[in-house]
């Protein structure tokens, strides 16, 4: 979360020596980033306030006008077209030599024949706003001549800081200007107040209830009355418009500048709205279910048990912490008021406000768990402002609603502990010196141990002695640290065969001509269902970026078709694969997360510009993967013609297996789901669980002796049938045949004439050979006929000659 | 005899000399030593001379043959360089002409950066470990001491899955951060730990250029007796040298995570610029937007709530971790302009790689 801090407000809390550039890189080497360093005036050189003094009108133009302006030492013409240009206001004049925000550069001119000494200018113009739909008009109290910047207050700088969440106390002025002190080792000078209260006792107009201690720890009441309602102090309206507010009315601007100084978020409510007679009742509580509040943003909400209410005797008149409600707000008749100044446990307003779906700079600051002391000073000086810019009259005391106070915290800082963490040498005496300058109350008990008191603002995030390492690190400074590696005892690093693999997949995929690609893990119910899946089967995202977004993905596949879509569009064929989690429904098995089966998938996918068959190539290269990774005995299981797939197309489609088991599928892409993506070419699709694959790979190898004699090959062909499988011939070869064949490799397939109809020819060269001895005519020939006749039996096979 | 062994001298020399070529050598040689040759068939009259003019001529004769063989020899050596010449000149090819078109892919940038990166820490005895990506709240959040309702949470985003889809839990999200890896590898082995965990993270947050809701990270956990955060500054100063160059710098800055303390945020020295925030043009450097340094890591001492949860002795083991962006150093090697391309799987970008 970004705040905004103004470095001449910072300059009034702490001494600073150092430019902004200086400040800024220190926050940065010791605090936290600073994301922007903004200079506010940059663009207002030579613009000053001036005053209309007259309007004439423009002798060649109707919709262009003549104000003559006062600058203060000098008169003089501008042209302007402005609509709401008023004799008597003051606005913002950029004389020749001004750069404007927008780049431009004023010079004198001439306009439609009259010549204009400068410009009259618009909120945008200046970079001061959006609005161009005329001249910024300026507030009347504003001296005139003098530089737009300074008398807009805006000669600052100002620091863009996100605030760690762990540093609540930091959202605040007072909390930076203590981290600047502890750096540079200077005070933080002290809020110097008095507070005058009148005769008359708080009580006796309010009390205050707080129903869930445990959400609200403390609640302090003020009661103010006589209030004046109307423009705060020009201080305070220049520090709020520098820190990126609006300034509205004095009590409500007292209660923001209160929260951008110490960083405790004030509520101010019109006390006569408030209902009850007599004694006016504050109730901290639960909202109940069905309660309704319209809110200062004039929204009516609805309100849930778990929303934190401030509520009086007919109903919530703010939601605590969030947002105050439009019923009781401020107005220009409001006499007086009620200031609230709460701590609220941050989760409860976290839980609210993101419920509601609220957020505000009250709700950034409560949901990190503030200070419950903090809310005493803001209370009291808030209230000190009201008196004097507000013309209030606070009354006696405060109702403060604190059940159990918290008590004083502290650490053990053991030195050699800190040491050992740090690695450096730090002295109890610097380590000391550094937690005193972050206000830490420190006291040395042995040698090497301090007891250290953790200020209030502090104590929810120090909480044990490595919040204090960091702390004396960090002011120390991470950059004075040496870099060393590690002493320890060296052990190899243990293997990973997964990861292993996954790399060796990719290059032999690569080496084939596959692409890697990275898709998302999310999918549509569109997308699901164009590929023939059930959107019932995936894993749904409860709050996902969109539509298409809204599945986890149980295939690579369908993602991987539409990389094919896009990729078709500026190349004739493509060849894509991707390594991937998918993400199944699953209760039986044992997973990381129970009920959710999360898989590792290795699909590609490739298509052919030209013919019309792309099955036999897929196939080749992955049995080409399988050859290279040492995958054991593979085979091909058709899909039968009558199974159900709609994705698939069944007459080139094969289960891949070892054993019995199934590793993936292999097949073309069935022609009707080719038409919904508008491909009009073959496409083949490698769809392989990746997890099977390492479980069936050969961990040891052992070289058989081969022959060193004369090889003998020789080749065979047979018709057969159209529909017998290759597959199961090779089987058949591979089961039944003599030990002298070496090798065989079908090595064509032909159907067509002059083969018969409903025939093909299949051709097979066999590798022959014997260990100790060339082989003889007679054994091949053996052999040979062995072959034939187990062929000719099993497959009603004949030999063709 | 001896006239005609002259006669046969000249004529050889006259036929020698018109010889141009291997085969017009090859015929010479067949025409006057092969079986039916010249010299060969004229040879066969030697025996019928007297003992005397054997002897004479037959020096002569071997005078002759020798002579002859090696002109042969030595005219083939001649005509075969010539050859050889004539051969390369005419088989001229353009070189630089593309030959017959083999198709390659390669493997995702991101692939390789991680395989680059677990290289490095592969090499200083990590191992690789890994965990889901749907994990459950308290891997992801609530042991890495992030309860919830912690703000932090605020800055991660998260996807949940719908309770309908996992037996009515609702604890079960989309991992935020490759941190949930740490709590599942100490839960099941001893320390010391040294681990690397590449993997993919996802984030819910609007897409654009610069942001991507998925995305990957490496996370570093290193558990020992005796690890300081000096230790963590050596180990990730010498990563970012191995990965990006010798003549990058670093630099450590405090910074929060809920799961290490103290906690620090890695800066390197701007790779476009160098560290000196102006660009070749000397105006402001886009790529650090002048500051000279860019974000790229958030590390620290793991925070003894995160040990204790595993049941690790804190007064003896002390630990760092570390997680690295890994689209952003890829976008920062390689100035890509857009995140989202990583995973629209377009060859027009991963072509460029």
Redesign the interface.
Known sequence: ?IMKFSFNWLKELVEIKKSPQEIAEML??????VDAIEELGKNLENVVVGKVLDILPHPNADKLKIPIVDIGNKRFKIVCGAPNLESGKLVAVALPGARLAGGVEIKKAEIRGVESSGMICTEDELGLGSDHSGIMILPDNLNVGENLAKALGLDDIIFDISI????PDAFSHLGLAREIAAITRERVKSTEFRLEEGEEKTEKFISVEIKNPELCPRYIARYLRGVKIGPAPDFIQKRLSACGMRPINNVVDITNYVMLLFGQPLHAFDASKISGKGIKKIIVRKARDGEKIKTLDNEERNLFSDVLVIADSSGPIAIAGVMGGAETEIDERTTDVILESASFS???I??GASKLGLRSEAVMRF??NLDENLTVIASEYAAYLMTKYASGEILRGAIDVYPRPKKPKAVILEIPRLQ?????DIKIGEASQILSALEFEVKKISNDILEVGVPSFRDHDVT?E??L??EV??IYG??K??????????????K?P??ELE?RT??I??????????????LGKELIEKVGLRPDD????????SLE?EF?RTSLVP??L??SV??LK??SE?????L??I?E?E?KKE??????S?GIRLSAILTKAEGDLIYPEAKEMLDCFLRQIDFIDWWYDPLYLDSKTIFWHKGRTAVLKTGEKKIGVIGEVHPEILTKFDINQRVAVIDLNFKKILDHIKREKKIKPFSRFQQSEFDLAFVVDRLTLVGDLEKALRAGIDPLVKNFKVFDIYEGAPLPEGKKNIAIRFELGALDRNLNDKEIEEVKSKIIDLIEKKFRAKLRA | MEEELKKLKEQSEIDFTKIKTISELKDFEVSYLGRKGKLTLLLKFLPELTRVEKQRLGEIVNEFKAGLEKKIADKGKELRKLEYERIVQTEWVDVTAPGPE???????P??KMI?EI?KIF?SM????????????DYYNFDSLNIP?????R??QDT?????????D?TD?L?RTQTSAVQT?FMERHKP?V?IIAPG?V?R?E??DAKHS??FYQVEGL?V????????L???L??FIKQLLGEEVKT??????F?FT?????MDVSCTVCGGSGKDSDRQECRTCKGVGWL?IMGCG?V??KVLENVGYDTKIF?GFAFGVGVDRLVILKYSVPDIRD???????F??QF
């Open positions: 979360m940065t080497m010791h605090f936290t980033e760690l969440p762990n540093r941050g989760p409860a976290r839980r949901e990190k050992k963490i740090l690695g450096i044990r490595e919040d390492i960091e690190a960090r991470y950059e640290f040496s870099k060393n590696l590690p002493y320890g005892v060296m052990r190899p690093s243990e990973n997964d990861l790399a990719k290059n995929f690569t080496g084939l001509g596959f692409w890697e690609v990275y898709n998302k893990s999310f995936h894993i749904r995202v409860a709050n996902p970026l977004h986890m993602l991987l539409e990389n896009l990729n500026n190349r493509i060849k894509l694969f991707e991937g989690r993400f429904k209760v997973n990381w997360v129970k009920g959710i999360e | 083999i198709r390659q892919g390669k493997i995702h991101i692939s395989d677990c592969h005895g990590y191992t690789i470990a890994d965990g889901p990506e749907i994990e459950e919830p309702f912690h703000p932090a605020d800055t996807f949940w899955v719908d309770p309908k889809s996992v037996g839990r079960i989309l599942r010391p040294r993919r996802f819910n609007n897409e809701a998925t290193l020992d007796q005796c690890i300081n955060f000096e230790n500054r050596g180990t100063d010498i630099r450590f800055r405090p910074s929060y809920p303390e103290p906690s620090a945020e974000e001492m925070h003894p002390t990583f995973y629209k799987g377009d060859l027009r991963l072509e």
